[in-house]
C-alpha cells in the first residue's frame, strides 16, 4: 500500500497505475479514496464488463439495478 497526495497522484498517475498496487490518495494528510488494482478474475472486473456490456445495449442504470436484485435474490435463494 502506498500513500500520495493528490498532487503527487495526479503527476505521478501512470507510475501508480502501472505498479498494480493499492495507492491511498490524502488531500491534507488525511486519506480520501483508495484506488485498488482490478483483479483479471475478480467479480470487479466482471461486474465492471457487465456494465459496459449493458450501457452499449441501451439498457439504463435503474434497470441494470433491477437486473442485478433479481439475479441477487436467485443467488440467495439457491
Known sequence: MVFASVREFKTKATRFLRSREEVV??????????????????????????????????ISKMEMLDILGEVRKEVYRS
Open 25 to 58: 490518495i490524502t488531500k491534507y494528510g488525511k486519506p480520501i479514496a483508495v484506488l485498488s488494482p482490478v483483479e483479471e478474475k475478480s467479480a470487479g472486473a466482471l461486474l465492471l464488463g457487465l456494465r459496459r456490456v449493458l450501457k452499449e445495449a441501451g
